[in-house]
């Protein structure tokens, strides 16, 4: 435990609920659950993104317009954050596997920062926005008052941006909480499942992302 | 003598009385042990006790309704107050009672029994379902109570998001997160149906009951969050003024039609498939017969799960929608009458040579079958083009829904309840006055909702709280025939709830029905079955079987 | 009965008055359709009946079996009843293609639905509120648009009913064959007074039709007014003739294809129209520089109608 480097391996497993009658049928249940549930989620985005699309195939002009007051370079550099932090989650799902604990630790620490990154540039954005009079639901001027359309662009702009942004505040949020609780004696041998599962959905919070920076902020752009 | 008292002392009903651990009921007793239970019988009594709630508040709105409507020229209550009550009325009983009664009461409790499960898959999930649910509704009830929200239960835009004065957004919240409840549940069915059958349980030896839960939670699953996106968008609206709807902030009123009916439609299935499974193990164990055709009624639920996110327009036949989608809508929805005629013309078939018992369970389900019969055939009239363009948005509508929901659900989820209600409480309800009481529910509702046919046939437009004086007669009538749907219902509820001290003690399996819910004690053990139960047998294996033929 | 006519005593009323060809026509499907629904359930509820009460648990009956599922019973009582009622759903989507097409000779009346009022006027400019008065023997297309929320004209009379939807023309049509006053509803929820933004539809033989016309009297007709609307909110600067504004002729400007400048074409019709004015950014078309104010807000409906009637007759007055 002492080592420095975590690299000595930890019992790895599962703690059996009483409702199951193995482990291999509680983990499976788990990961069923997870997915299902993510299957849900995509279904909630994907009436964001078909609005998006119809917005644009209907009025092409104010998107395009739209779309050019938008940060391109914050955006990209996000994606490359989210990213990076599906590389260091899935990090601490193969080191939870193999029972190294503190690696796995730094990696979700590593996870959550890079989540929180990706908050705090986001967040610097809706400054910016604001700047600009990019926010035509707020009681001020309206940058594109004059092009009515690209006002519906926008707010669906922001409001599949603010359930992305809700997501990953979960995301963390849950994520330090786990962090804090696989930093208990032992919790490998019990828990591991719930790195797993938690990896699921930290990778489509991410999926999300990359679907929504195309579909806001590149297309013809 | 009536069946069941036969059965009470067939010698062959296994009783065990040495080394019998504590059923569920009587495992603990504190208060805690309730609200914090993750036990799935329990949280199924939680879901039973507060939908029971939800539909006297529903119905005491219907009740004051059918009042108003009593004179055309509403007097009794402003035009404000009826509007209130009609929305609280559809709000109430379509969000809070009737989506979740069946799979939320039934399903929680009869899957993990039915497929020889200890528990759900994910048992505290399951309670944190019932704590949204209730948080949502709450919330939304009291709001609809106090303050009142005035959009039907349907939250049209831009009515709702612009125009109307009443506190919507609180009740959108509240239906929203209810969703969430919807979708946990959903969730949790599917995992537990696919992972946690027993041994021997192959997908094929699975009640239809459980088949229809599996298809209901798929609708839970896939349909769900676009409603939840289409309500969250109204509130952006009604909140921020973000132009999604409202054609004066840039946006498209039809578009939440679109969205608001992609789910809703697909909702009534939700309200109707549980119902069609409870009425299949009823025929079934009524009939000591074995399901005729049970795999095409199993594929029947899968068929009806999938062809009805495909019909959505029907209700939109005459805003303004393409000539050409109106007619694939109105094509697809007769597609979806045959997965329903397969399931009526089966039961009918069930029936044909089996052994018969007009039990109160038994006299429920064949009530079901006609009035969902007649609801159905009547979504048939408004699924024509030309017959919609008149009786669209008139008491025709009313009544066809009333019809399949009321009807049909609604007797399907006391069917079932009395089915059941040894197993849930470990008593007997009292047989006479549950036949008298299912008698008087079936009179009184076709002397309420039939002449709602006609009237919308006349051209009674709904949600009308003042009407032409020339349809008075047909109004009084449907008001009488509420009075004694009234009363009909205070049956159950009063003798329901006597028996669970004074009715006669039930035994593991009083109607000699086939399932493994009827294997275990009435009530059962906290973990339903004291070994786990291995199946090598077909499902509804009853004495009456075929004769084996090629 | 026909309508409402006399206050004072109601039968019990068993079938709705029908004005027109068409209602008949719709009285006919539904009558039929409840005939084939009785041929498919009557059957189903005797049976039920029939086999509960011969196979009562305790009586003596034969109960051998040859299946417990049979696919050709199965398959046939899915198709038959399928393809009986298909019958009716191509009879009701006939009747509805004639729905959607008004013939050609029909007259326009324009209709805007608003909380809790309807407002007609009628081509010669004569408005009318809660009433519609129109002939006989002559096909009738109302054109309707919405002040603020979702209302349904619905015209029980004649079997029909459309929504009227803010920001967006509907039309519905009939052609009514027998005079009387019938009822006439709003019937798409629409707030407080929903249940009383109705009123009554007068169908005159054409002769007491033009009596009323003349009695109800108009100063202007709708064109006319248009016309004045035209100059007054300051069209002609860039669509007159004498215009030094680019901007394109409105001459015929209906049922013209106009090519946009995002590529591809429109077909012109009263919703493009009617947007170009509030919205003129959408649509850009192709060739020209787009300059037009955005009259949102500032024409009211009634206006817009009287301006689209202007802009129609602009199709012949110009080369
Ligand atoms: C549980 C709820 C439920 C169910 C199951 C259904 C089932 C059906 N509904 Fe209904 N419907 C509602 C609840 C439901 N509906 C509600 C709440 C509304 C109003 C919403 C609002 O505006 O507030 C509505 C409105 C509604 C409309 C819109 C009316 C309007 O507003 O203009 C239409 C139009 O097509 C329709 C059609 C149908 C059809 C075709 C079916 C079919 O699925 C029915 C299939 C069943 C059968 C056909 C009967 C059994 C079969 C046989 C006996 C065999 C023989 C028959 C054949 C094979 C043809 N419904
Ligand atoms: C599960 C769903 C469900 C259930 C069980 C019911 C049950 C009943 N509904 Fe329901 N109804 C809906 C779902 C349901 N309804 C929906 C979704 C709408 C559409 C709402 C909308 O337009 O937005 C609707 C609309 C609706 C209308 C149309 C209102 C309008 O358009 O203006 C009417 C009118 O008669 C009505 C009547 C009834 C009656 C009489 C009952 C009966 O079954 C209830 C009988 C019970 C009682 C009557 C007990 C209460 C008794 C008293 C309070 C004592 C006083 C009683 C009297 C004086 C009679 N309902
Ligand atoms: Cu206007 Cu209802
Ligand atoms: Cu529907």
């Given amino acids: ?213 195309p579909v806001l902020y590149v297309l013809n752009r | 003598m009536s069946p069941s008292d036969a059965v009470l002392r067939d010698p062959g009903t296994p009783r065990i009385t040495i080394d019998r651990p504590a059923d569920y009921l009587h495992a603990e007793h504190t208060l805690r042990s309730w609200f914090f239970t993750t036990d799935h019988k329990r949280i199924a009594l939680l879901y039973l006790a507060s939908i029971t709630g939800f539909f006297v508040l529903g119905a005491v709105a219907a009740g004051l309704i059918r009042l108003s409507l009593l004179v055309p020229n509403g007097q009794i209550f402003t035009n404000d107050t009826y509007n209130k009550l009609f929305t609280m009325h559809g709000v109430i009983m379509i969000w809070f009672f009737l989506i979740p009664s069946i799979p939320a009461t039934f399903g929680n409790f009869l899957i993990p029994l039915m497929i020889g499960a200890k528990d ?74 696919h992972k946690m059958r027993c041994p021997g349980m192959t997908w094929f030896r699975m009640p239809i009951f459980v088949w229809t839960h599996y298809a209901v939670s798929l609708i839970f699953l896939l349909g769900t969050p676009v409603i939840t996106m289409a309500l969250i968008l109204l ?23 679109h969205l608001f009916w992609f789910y809703s439609h697909p909702a009534v299935y939700i309200m109707v498939l ?72 089966n039961w009918t078939a069930t029936i044909h ?151 006669k003690r039930a035994p593991a399996n009083p109607w000699q029905a086939k399932g493994l819910e009827w294997t275990t004690t009435s009530p059962p053990p906290p973990h339903n079955f004291l070994r786990t139960p291995v199946v090598d047998y077909e499902p509804y294996d009853y004495a009456i079987k075929a004769r084996e033929v090629g | 009965m026909t309508g409402p006519g006399n206050h004072t005593d109601y039968p019990l009323l068993l079938w709705p008055a029908a004005a027109s060809h068409a209602a008949t026509h719709v009285d006919y499907l539904i009558s039929a359709f409840t005939a084939v629904t009785l041929l498919l359930t009557v059957p189903i509820f005797i ?93 009738i297309v109302i054109n309707m648009i919405s002040q603020d929320v979702i209302h349904s004209l619905y015209l029980p009379a004649f079997r029909v009913q459309m929504e009227t939807l803010p920001g967006r023309y509907t039309q519905v049509w009939f052609q009514a064959d027998r005079p009387g006053t019938y009822r006439m509803y709003c019937s798409e929820y629409c707030g407080t007074d929903h249940s009383v933004m109705n009123g009554q539809i007068y169908v005159m033989t054409p002769g007491d039709y033009e009596h009323w016309l003349n009695s109800a009297g108009s100063s202007i007709s709708l064109a006319g007014g248009g016309k004045r609307l035209f100059a007054s909110y300051g069209c002609t600067g860039c669509h007159g003739a004498a215009s030094t504004v680019r901007a394109p002729s409105l001459a015929g400007l209906f049922g013209r294809p106009v090519p946009l400048a995002s590529g591809g074409t429109l077909v012109t019709d009263k919703n493009y129209v009617r947007d170009k004015i509030l919205n003129p950014d959408h649509n850009l078309i192709a060739g020209y520089k787009q300059v037009m104010p955005s009259f949102n807000g500032v024409i009211p409906e009634d206006e817009m109608i009287q301006l689209m009637a202007y802009i129609e007759t602009m199709q012949e007055v110009q080369p």
């Fill in chain 2, 120 to 193: 759900l898959a994910f048992p505290k999930l399951n309670l944190l379902s019932w704590y949204i649910f209730m948080g949502g509704s709450l919330f939304a009830v009291v709001v609809l109570i106090v303050g009142g929200v005035d959009t039907g239960w349907t939250f049209y835009a831009p009515f709702s998001t612009t125009y109307s004065n009443t506190y919507v957004i609180p009740a959108l919240l509240g239906v929203i997160v209810v969703g969430f409840s919807s979708i946990l549940t959903g969730l949790n069915f599917v995992v537990t149906i």
């Fill in chain 3, 47 to 139: 049976a039920i009946t029939y086999f509960a009460l011969v196979y009562r648990a305790g009586r003596k009956v034969e109960r051998g079996h040859t299946s417990d599922r049979n696919v050709k019973i199965e398959m046939s009582w899915m198709l038959i009843p399928f393809f009986l009622t298909l019958g009716f759903f191509a009879w009701g989507a006939q009747i509805f293609d004639t729905a959607k097409h008004p013939p050609g000779n029909a007259m326009t009346i324009q209709g805007i639905g608003r909380q809790w009022m309807w407002k007609f006027e009628h081509p010669g400019g004569q408005a009318e509120i809660n009433d519609l008065h129109v002939p006989t023997g002559q096909a």
């Fill in chain 2, 353 to 503: 040579k089996g052994a018969i018992r007009l039990d109160t369970p038994m006299l429920y389900a064949m009530g079901y079958i006609g009035l969902f019969v007649l609801g159905g055939l009547t979504g048939l009239f408004l699924a024509t083009l030309a017959v919609d363009a008149h009786l669209h948005d008139t008491y025709f509508v009313v009544a066809h829904f009333h019809y399949i929901m009321v009807g049909g659900t609604m007797l399907a989820f006391l069917g079932g309840l009395h089915y059941w209600w040894p197993k849930f409480t470990g008593r007997m309800y009292p047989e006479a006055w549950g036949r008298v009481g299912a008698f008087l529910i079936f009179i009184g509702f076709n002397v309420t909702f039939f002449p709602q046919f006609i009237l919308g046939y006349l051209g009674m437009p709904r949600r009308y709280h003042e009407y032409p004086p020339e349809f008075q007669l047909l109004n009084v009538l449907s008001s009488a025939g509420s009075t004694i749907l009234a009363v009909g219902y205070l049956f159950p509820m009063v003798y329901l709830i006597w028996s669970l001290w004074f009715g």
């Fill in chain 1, 1 to 213: 435990m002492a080592d420095a480097a975590g690299s000595v391996a930890e019992p790895v497993g599962l703690e059996l609920a009483e409702q199951f009658s193995s482990k291999d049928q509680q983990r499976e249940a788990a990961t069923l659950g997870m997915w299902a549930w993510l299957l849900t989620e995509l279904l909630l985005f994907a009436g964001l993104f078909l609005c998006a699309l119809v917005l644009r195939i209907l009025y092409p002009a104010s998107v395009t317009l739209a779309t050019t007051h938008l940060k391109f370079w914050i955006g990209a550099t996000n994606t490359a954050v989210l990213i990076c932090s599906s590389f260091t989650m899935s990090g601490a799902i193969v080191t939870s596997r193999l029972g190294f604990r503190r690696l796995m630790l730094g990696c979700m620490l590593a996870t959550a920062g890079l989540g929180s990154i990706f908050l705090l540039l986001k967040g610097f954005e809706y400054y910016q926005d604001y700047n600009e009079h990019m926010m035509p639901f707020l009681n001020m001027p309206y940058l594109l008052e004059k092009d009515t359309s690209s006002r519906l662009f926008v707010d669906v702009y922001y409001v599949t941006t603010g359930l992305h942004g809700l997501h990953l505040i979960t995301g963390v949020s849950i994520l330090l909480w786990l962090t804090w609780q696989a930093s208990q004696p032992r919790f490998l041998e019990f828990h591991q499942n719930r790195i797993e599962v938690y990896g699921l959905y930290w990778h489509f919070i991410d999926l999300i992302w990359i679907i929504v920076f």
């Fill in chain 2, 274 to 345: 549980p119902g069609m499974g409870v009425i299949t193990e009823l025929v079934a164990a009524f009939s000591q017969k074995r399901v005729f055709g049970y795999k095409f009624v199993a594929y029947a639920s899968i068929g009806l799960a999938s062809i009805t996110f495909l019909v959505w327009g029907h209700h939109m036949f005459v805003n303004g929608q393409s000539q050409l989608a109106s007619t694939v809508f109105s094509f697809l929805s007769f597609a979806v009458a045959v997965p329903s005629a397969v399931k009526v013309y």
């Fill in chain 2, 235 to 257: 509130v952006m609206e009604r909140a921020f003024h973000i132009g999604v709807f409202d054609p004066r902030l840039g946006g498209d009123p039809v578009l939440f039609e």
